[in-house]
Each structure stands twice: as structure tokens, then as C-alpha cells.
């Protein structure tokens, strides 16, 4: 009875942020030399102490990242602290992977991020889309959740777009066809 309590409160908020944030259209356009700026610039203010290569690359360094999960015994979402010498989309997404949030199939297309709007976007692949709609309200829910909440707190951003092939992501049971934030 508790889990299913505990179930029902991440979906009400998880659908309550959903709706609050999943209104806005708002989306930057960035040629790729842009976007290759401002992820130096996110790697850079992630990692104020290392040292920058003649590359204008971030030295390698060893760093924790917070990957949020459900625990499988209670269902409530916690996360994993992981230690990493790259902190990319790409290494969070495979960190995903590891922590069953996402199966083995869904990958990451694309991403970029709008440094000065403090927001991201990334782009899934169709195996993405799929693993979301077979699952339930809460099932989506919880990955829609442990995906934002380990990005958003990784890049220190405050919103995040998903979408699938470069269109609207639709869940199933909800349409992510803007910007959504952390709880």
C-alpha cells in the first residue's frame, strides 16, 4: 500500500511539472560552430579548477555525476553517484542505460545546449519512443523524471526538451512538445 502511495505521489508531480513546463515553444536555433562554443563554455564552468589543453578542450579529471533511478524494491526515484572522467550526454545517457532507467536500444541522436536560457535539448531515437510508450503513466513518468532530473542537475540547467527523431515526443500518455523542468 505504501509503494503504491509513493507511486502515486511521483506520478502527480511528475505530471504536474510536466504540464507547467511543457508549454513552451520557445527553441534556438545554433549553427554547429555555436553549439561547439557553448559546450566548451558548459564544460569549462562545470569544471572551474581543471586545466584547459591547447585544444581549448577540459583536461581530463576525475568527476561524480548524480544519476537518478527508481529503486526497484520501493519505487521511489534516488540516485547514484558516478564517477567519471567525461561528463558528456553521451556518458549520462550510457550511465542511464546502466541503472535500467533506459534499455540498451534507446539512444541519443543529438543535443545542445542553450547556455544563457540555462536549458538543453536532446534528441532520442525511435527505440527510445517505442521503450516510453509501452510502458504505463508511471512507468513513463519515472524515466521522463530520472532523465530530466540527471541533466538538468549535471549542466546546472533548469529546463529540458526530449525529443524523438527531431519531432514531438509522444509518450503515450503525454505529449513533450516543449520545455520541461526539475520538480
Given at each position: ?11 502527480m508531480i511528475s505530471?504536474?511539472?510536466?504540464i ?8 534556438a536555433?545554433y549553427?554547429?560552430e555555436e553549439?561547439?562554443?557553448?559546450e566548451l563554455e558548459?564544460?569549462k564552468?562545470d ?10 578542450s577540459?583536461?581530463?579529471?576525475v568527476t561524480k555525476?548524480?544519476?537518478y533511478?527508481a529503486d526497484s524494491e520501493t519505487?521511489?526515484i534516488?540516485?547514484n553517484?558516478?564517477e ?10 550510457k550511465q542511464?542505460?546502466?541503472q535500467d532507467?533506459i534499455?540498451?536500444e ?6 545542445s ?9 536532446i534528441d532520442?531515437n ?7 510508450r509501452n510502458?504505463?503513466?508511471t512507468g513513463?513518468d519515472?524515466?521522463?523524471t530520472?532523465i ?6 549535471t549542466y546546472g540547467?533548469e529546463?529540458?526538451k526530449?525529443t524523438?527523431?527531431?519531432?514531438v ?9 516543449g520545455?520541461?523542468g526539475n520538480?
Amino acid at each position: 500500500m505504501k509503494r503504491i502511495k509513493v507511486l502515486l505521489i511521483v506520478t502527480m508531480i511528475s505530471l504536474t511539472t510536466m504540464i507547467m513546463y511543457g508549454c513552451g515553444k520557445e527553441e534556438a536555433e545554433y549553427t554547429s560552430e555555436e553549439q561547439e562554443k557553448e559546450e566548451l563554455e558548459v564544460e569549462k564552468d562545470d569544471f572551474p579548477d581543471a586545466e584547459v589543453d591547447d585544444e581549448n578542450s577540459v583536461a581530463s579529471t576525475v568527476t561524480k555525476m548524480k544519476i537518478y533511478y527508481a529503486d526497484s524494491e520501493t519505487g521511489e526515484i534516488v540516485c547514484n553517484e558516478v564517477e567519471s572522467d567525461q561528463v558528456t550526454p553521451e556518458v549520462i545517457w550510457k550511465q542511464l542505460q546502466e541503472q535500467d532507467v533506459i534499455s540498451k536500444e534507446c539512444g541519443l541522436n543529438q543535443y545542445s545546449f542553450h547556455e544563457t536560457e540555462k536549458k538543453m535539448d536532446i534528441d532520442v531515437n525511435t527505440a527510445f519512443g517505442t521503450y516510453i510508450r509501452n510502458m504505463g503513466t508511471t512507468g513513463e513518468d519515472i524515466v521522463i523524471t530520472c532523465i530530466t532530473r540527471t541533466y538538468l542537475e549535471t549542466y546546472g540547467f533548469e529546463k529540458i526538451k526530449i525529443t524523438e527523431d527531431g519531432k514531438v515526443l509522444e509518450t503515450g500518455h503525454a505529449v513533450l512538445d516543449g520545455y520541461i523542468g526539475n520538480e
